[in-house]
């Protein structure tokens, strides 16, 4: 289940947050006891909010809607994710993050927990997408397979 932040109206400044100075766009948030990923920012989210001086935005986002942020905010964004794609071409001044290698951290949200697990399956199942298959090779073959899966799991029960 993923999440937007901004609800992508006409209306500049539609993501609800209030805040000023430095905003940092969580990976996951959750709702109705429900947990979504954020994979994108709608249109004019932050258009219009000139208070907003910069932005941290996590490797989980895939799409950055037009006039999402005002012209002059800094973006913080993660080298070689599908978000620092989305800035190309775009009139943001932009700061790449090196991004952490976690071994089992495919949704890169920082952590390897169940989501990387779950978002393994879906992968195996093609029914959804990995953002860092690097950090999902586990058997270190450049393959993505069912013993990457299992080698997961392992960890997940060695950690708990």
Do not use: H
């Not at 609800?7 to 990976?27: L, M």
């Not at 090779?137 to 993505?144: A, F, M, P, T, W």
């Amino acid at each position: 289940m993923t999440a937007a932040v901004g609800d992508g109206s006409d209306w500049e400044n539609n993501s609800g947050f209030g805040t000023d100075g430095s905003i940092i766009i969580p990976a996951y948030v959750t709702s109705g006891g429900k947990t979504y990923m954020v994979t994108s920012i709608s249109d004019n989210a932050f258009g219009s909010n000139t208070a907003v001086k910069d932005v941290t935005i996590p490797a989980c986002v895939a799409y950055i809607g037009e006039n999402a942020f005002y012209s002059g905010t800094v973006l913080y964004v993660y080298e070689n994710s599908r978000t620092s794609t989305q800035l190309v071409g775009r009139e943001y001044s932009v700061v790449y993050l090196k991004m952490p290698f976690i071994s089992g951290d495919v949704n890169a949200d920082g952590a390897f927990n169940t989501a990387d697990i779950v978002m393994m399956q879906k992968w195996l199942l093609n029914i959804g997408s990995l953002i860092d298959w690097k950090a999902g090779d586990l058997c270190e073959d450049q393959v993505i397979n069912g013993f990457d899966l299992c080698i997961m799991k392992q960890k997940m029960i060695e950690n708990i």
